[in-house]
T-cell receptor, first 122, second 111 residues
């Protein structure tokens, strides 16, 4: 099946620094990717929609200047957490629409998720 | 998206069928029911989806009631590796990949 790869899987950084997380679609092109965030013992929350060649669309309450998203190619989206603080510590997960399972029946909501990136800000 | 209600936790013995219920009484006619699961510290994994008819794939079966107000995900022979949080999501095509995850059901499969 379709695979989405995330890197790094874990990152620890000091407060005030910036961290970049990469999300790659392997063997398929993804014009749109989705970035989710999950705090401990909580459910996933959609942060933003990454669009190849155009600006990302952010969900309400998500600071676009803090969470920079770049979708420079059809297989790569990056999320940069700028000036990270301890409250940004979370599990960040990207996803893309599964090209194999799409179709009229799917309703466009069959997603393939990456393994996630756990960010810890000290 | 339709509001969904799931029990917070369930247990199942290894080798037995796991039946996970989901209530989605407000689901509209063009909204599908999707099931995903998340094993600890991993990204979610798609399981199955359906609109009206029952569905089966290599992972599970999905039984949707005739009035579409509820559904049941069936894992026919649960294994320890099926221990995960299972999410039921009701959404239509216009959401275009923007899934609203609830709290899900924590399924624990024990030996």
């Amino acid at each position: 099946g379709a695979v989405v790869s995330q890197h790094p899987s874990r990152v620890i950084c000091k407060s005030g620094t910036s961290v970049k997380i990469e999300c790659r679609s392997l063997d398929f092109q993804a014009t749109t990717m989705f970035w989710y965030r999950q705090f401990p013992k909580k459910s996933l929350m959609l942060m933003a929609t990454s669009n190849e060649g155009s600006k990302a669309t952010y969900e309400q309450g998500v600071e676009k200047d803090k969470f920079l998203i770049n979708h420079a190619s059809l297989t790569l989206s990056t999320l940069t957490v700028t000036s990270a603080h301890p409250e940004d510590s979370s599990f960040y997960i990207c996803s893309a629409r599964d090209p194999i399972r799409q179709g009229p029946r799917a309703g466009a909501n069959v997603l393939t998720f990456g393994a996630g990136s756990r960010l810890t800000v000290l | 998206d339709a509001k969904t209600t799931q029990p917070p936790s369930m247990d199942c013995a290894e080798g037995r069928a796991a039946n996970l219920p989901c209530n989605h009484s407000t689901i509209s006619g063009n909204e599908y029911v999707y099931w995903y699961r998340q094993i600890h510290s991993q990204g979610p994994q798609y399981i199955i989806h359906g609109l009206k008819n029952n569905e089966t794939n290599e992972m599970a079966s999905l039984i949707i009631t005739e009035d579409r107000k509820s559904s049941t995900l069936i894992l026919p022979h649960a294994t320890l590796r099926d221990t995960a949080v299972y999410y039921c999501i009701g959404t239509g095509g216009t959401s275009y990949g923007k899934l609203t995850f609830g709290q899900g059901t924590i399924l624990t499969v024990h030996p």
